[in-house]
């Protein structure tokens, strides 16, 4: 067998071997992943143990934990957080933070499920892999939790002391709380946890398992110990290896560190038991968050996991009723007047997976009309029939995302992981169940022929006897009235000498903060060197070829599948112009054309298409601040059989949509603004970056215009004064296709083989694209807003504050040597003074290509202190006393970053932005050469820059109003949601 031929399987891996203390159980082929996979047992310990070979060279590793929660403390949350703070063999704060500084990670995170826990990475490189798995290992095995309490206090809940004398008032702080605190500021995550409380009375699922606020401050240290030590024992343990690896290498790796386990005794973990089905009554719950925000939801238990066709099936009947505006169930329902939307959700990942109907923006009185409406039409669409021609057209979706596997930010093996826990932590015999699709897409396409969609709606909905509703009603005040009130009566109770206590402790908790890691103990933490970077592939090429337009090929292995790009320059277009830009490809794609219905081409681009989106972005050329080129995409992807459909279907839409339909056009729009107001409040961080950016930057306010905080301005003013402004807005946008959809502000890209794009460029001739020429002149003139200090009011417990600069005179820094240094400015001093000592659950920094650069923090609790920390960066940069090895971690992180393996569509498009943004040849090289060249000094010497900011900085606050007027910055304040 050739050496890296995962097409047979190993014989050396047969079952009933063993090897390094592991005995493989099973073998079975995956050619989903192109694969085998190898199920074993670790004899010592119990522990499960599944690698999924194939020839990817982004390795990863995987051990998950079986962890159902018992209550609504947040426990698993906060222990996921507490042990990666320290560990026996690496008893340094932070040795999470030390690898996102030093490793060449392409991925390292740790996440909490409903029902488990999970800690992946992922690397290119076998030293690095090896690395992350022994500080991982180490530290779910041998936490320092155990010796070091004020980790509990640091990530999971404290009191501190506000105030001084009489005026002293105590307050919560901790990262998870706040976190947590800004989790359930989003109306969709309550709505779902009273929905599960509901639906689950009787196990895990009804509880939170990220922790709710009300509830963390009841969680002591002394169950907090117990609770590791009885569900991070091996026996409860489950392990994922994936890609090209030696297997043999790495399980004598994990064999040494499972058979140094710890044995706790300290009793079993906590049962994950199967409900019994329940109807309770309709359930009614309060919710301090703004009126728009009323919700409903209706949520149906469909089965269990073991059944994966039937899980798949109710995920094709959900697109079918409710994928689109025109679907029949959400068109039923949108028609009722009910609410500003209505969508429905598969929740699958768990036990008992559900089916989640939910009405958003509930209009007066209308709550309690939505069950009966809901199931009655199902009812209609079970009897009468669902049209076959959108079950067909869901079930095309469904199978070519399967057969793309594109998972996003997330590496393949990381992803699998997760998915391999869909089956595998119910059932030690089924872990390979959502890792294979074939069978499960052939028993779905066979419910096509016999009215087995119908059966399954009327099982799902019109007999359900596990079905629960909720309605969410806004009000005032809520958890923070009952959490102040909470406080000031432990505060009543408290003498002197225990609010004393609770200083003092709080400063204990500090002083551990801000004590430096000991040489000794750093030394122990594994690191990588630069002489262990390796020289990245040669990026291919991506020639402008002849054919009708402009066009970039990108001729990379997709699989069988192509994808298109249609970049239309929008600079003809005046800036007050620009919302409607943003505000058209919202509409694009959703609405009638001159040949057929919105619904008929919503089947057409599911039955034929990948995917096809309407969006806007703006390119900087030559990194110029003042520059701006807001362009719109249409992208399209579709299997190599139907790439023609790529050229006739786009076209149709750009070309012929129909405006006139007003009712449709308001529904969309409210959608949209309603997308926007939750964006605000679970995302600030990203849109608060934006917006501080458009005080400096022409390129911020152009995307700001299409797309943030304006555009939701714009977009809001038109809403409301939606009967005097509607007559015009089709004239307008139909003026405005004519004016952007044109031959000569196009540029085509196609990603895939050259067969494909000569038959794409047969079917597609010019796309019927018109020229206007010099009569429509490029016209934009978008500037930068100049420096202001802002604060957006959101329901939120939290804050997400963002300070942003000019590029600066002072900044003689190169990109490569930001780059290194925005590791050091993030994960050491922000990640100390904002997110350890503040509490905030994110932070960082950027510094853009343009030289503008920001700050920022997410779910934050405080304000001012924040601003604060930022001013202090200047003078700890300057200061910065790294030592070799330290630098040498920062450079061999921000390297791999800019190596890290991406999909063929992902690396299409950043060299499809690097070509508009004007990058000279060799650009990622320079950068890449100037990060390998930055010395302690380059970095120090950046400070300057830093100190630069001063008064001409801009500030950018979103948070709740109590925050934002407690604020001793002058904020613009301003109403959003």
């Known amino acids: 067998m050739p050496k890296n031929d995962f097409t047979f399987a190993d014989p050396a891996l047969a079952v009933g071997t063993e090897h390094a203390g592991f005995t493989v159980e099973r073998v079975e082929a995956v050619r989903e992943i192109g694969g085998q996979a190898y199920v074993m047992r670790h004899a010592a310990t119990g522990a499960r143990l599944l690698w999924l070979a194939n020839a990817d060279v982004n390795k990863s590793f995987s051990i998950a934990f079986k962890t159902p929660p018992a209550d609504d403390t947040g426990v698993f949350h906060i222990l996921e957080h507490s042990v990666l703070c320290g560990s026996d063999a690496y008893p340094v704060k932070e040795p999470f933070v030390n690898l996102l500084k030093t490793s060449m990670q392409t991925f390292l995170n740790a996440l909490t499920f409903p029902d488990k826990t999970m800690y992946p990475v992922a690397s290119t490189n076998t030293a690095d892999l090896e690395n992350l798995m022994g500080v991982y290992l180490d530290a779910v095995l041998h936490p320092a939790i155990y010796r070091r309490p004020r980790i509990f206090e640091q990530e999971g809940w404290h009191l501190e002391v506000e105030g001084e004398g009489a005026d002293a008032r105590l307050a919560y702080n901790g990262v998870v709380f706040n976190e947590m605190k800004g989790a359930l500021s989003d109306p969709d995550d309550v709505l779902y946890q009273a929905l599960s409380s509901a639906l689950f009375p009787d196990t895990a699922y009804g509880f939170e398992s990220g922790g709710n606020p009300r509830a963390i401050p009841t969680l002591t240290y002394e169950k907090f110990l117990d609770t590791h030590a009885r569900h991070y024992d091996l026996a409860n343990s489950y392990t994922v290896l994936y890609g090209d690896m030696d297997i043999e290498r790495e399980l004598a790796f994990i064999d040494e560190r499972f058979r140094g386990a710890d044995e706790r005794g300290a009793g079993a973990p906590n049962v994950l038991a199967t409900q019994a089905p329940v109807e309770p009554e309709r359930r009614r719950i309060q919710m301090a968050t703004a009126p728009g925000n009323a919700a409903d939801g209706v949520s149906y238990v469909i089965g269990g996991a073991a059944d994966r066709a039937r899980v798949l099936a109710v995920d094709v009947l959900l697109d079918a009723l409710t994928g689109s505006n025109e679907a029949p169930l959400k068109r039923a329902v949108l028609d009722a007047g009910l609410a500003d939307d209505f969508e429905a959700t598969l929740i699958d990942g768990v036990l008992q997976p559900q089916a989640m109907f939910q009405l958003k923006g509930v209009h007066k009185g209308c709550a309690g009309k939505f069950r009966p409406l809901l199931e009655s039409e199902c009812a209609r669409l079970a009897n009468d029939g669902i049209p076959r021609e959108k079950l067909e057209a869901a079930l095309a979706q469904a199978e070519f995302n399967l057969r793309e596997g594109d998972w996003g930010s997330y590496p393949d093996g990381v992803a699998l992981s997760m998915t391999v826990m869909s089956s595998w932590l119910y059932d030690d015999d089924r872990p390979l169940d959502y890792v294979h699709y074939e069978e499960a897409l052939a028993e779905v396409k066979g419910l096509l022929g016999d009215g087995g969609f119908e059966r399954l709606l009327r099982e799902l909905v019109c007999e359900s006897r596990h079905c629960a509703e909720v309605e969410l009603v806004p009000i005032e005040g809520g958890d923070a009235a009952e959490e102040q009130a909470e406080l000031e009566a432990r505060r009543a109770a408290m003498s002197d000498k225990d609010l004393a206590a609770v200083a003092a402790e709080v400063a204990a908790l500090r002083a551990e903060q801000e004590a430096p890691d000991s040489p000794e103990a750093l030394a122990t933490l594994p690191q990588l060197h630069v002489s262990d970077i390796e020289d990245p592939a040669p990026e291919p090429a991506a020639p402008m070829v002849d054919a009708p337009l402009p066009c970039i090929a990108h001729e990379l292995d997709t699989h069988g599948i192509a994808y298109i790009y249609h970049y239309f320059d929008l600079r003809r277009l005046a800036t007050d112009e620009l919302p409607l830009a943003g505000l058209l490809s919202d509409l694009l794609g959703k609405l009638d054309t001159a040949s057929r219905s919105a619904s008929d081409l919503d089947t057409l681009v599911e039955t034929n298409l990948g995917g096809l989106d309407f969006f806007v972005e703006t390119y900087v050329p030559k990194d110029d601040p003042a520059a701006a080129v807001p362009t719109l995409v249409v992208g399209a992807s579709a299997l190599s059989g139907k790439v023609e459909r790529l050229a006739d279907i786009p076209r149709e839409v750009w070309g012929s949509t129909d405006f006139s339909d007003l009712d449709d056009i308001r529904d969309i729009l409210t959608q949209r603004k309603v997308a926007l107001e939750q964006c605000f409040v679970g995302a600030g961080h990203s849109v608060g970056m934006l917006r501080a950016n458009t005080y400096f930057l022409a390129g911020a306010r152009a995307s700001d215009l299409m797309g943030g905080v304006d555009y939701y301005l714009y977009l809001r003013e038109l809403l409301a004064n939606w009967d005097a402004r509607k007559e015009a807005l089709a004239g307008e946008l139909t003026e405005l296709c004519r004016r952007i959809f044109t031959a000569d502000e196009v540029t085509v890209s196609f990603v895939g083989s050259a067969d494909d794009r000569r038959r794409f460029w047969e079917a597609a001739g010019d796309l019927g694209l018109p020229t ?28 997400y504050v963002v300070r942003a600069s000019a590029p600066s005179a002072a900044d003689a820094g190169t990109i490569g040597c930001w780059n290194v240094a925005t590791r050091a400015i993030s994960y050491d001093y922000l990640w100390n003074e904002v997110r350890v000592k503040g509490g905030a659950y994110g932070c960082g920094f950027r510094r853009d290509a343009v030289g503008g650069r920001a700050f920022w923090s997410y ?10 920390r930022y001013d202090g960066c200047a003078k700890w940069l300057a200061g910065w006393d790294g030592g070799a090895d330290e630098l040498d971690g920062y450079i061999v ?18 060299q499809d932005v690097a070509r508009f943004n004007e990058k000279k040849p060799g650009w990622r090289e320079q950068i890449r050469a100037e990060e390998l060249a930055v010395t302690a000094d380059d970095v120090r010497a950046l400070a300057a820059a830093l100190a630069d900011d001063g008064p001409a900085s801009g500030v950018c606050v979103f948070g709740g109003r109590e925050a934002l007027e407690a604020s001793e910055i002058e904020l613009e304040l301003n109403e959003l949601c």
Not at 774 to 789: F, Q, S
Not at 893 to 909: E, I, M, Q
């Open 772 to 799: 206007l020429g010099k009569k429509a002149a490029h016209v934009l003139d978008v500037r930068a807003t100049g420096a202001r200090k802002e604060g957006f009011v959101i329901p939120s417990n939290v804050s």
């Open 859 to 868: 779910r934050d609790p405080a304000v001012d202190a924040t601003l604060a």
């Open 893 to 910: 992180s921000t390297v791999a970053a800019l190596d890290a393996p991406v999909k063929p569509r992902a690396l299409a498009r950043r």
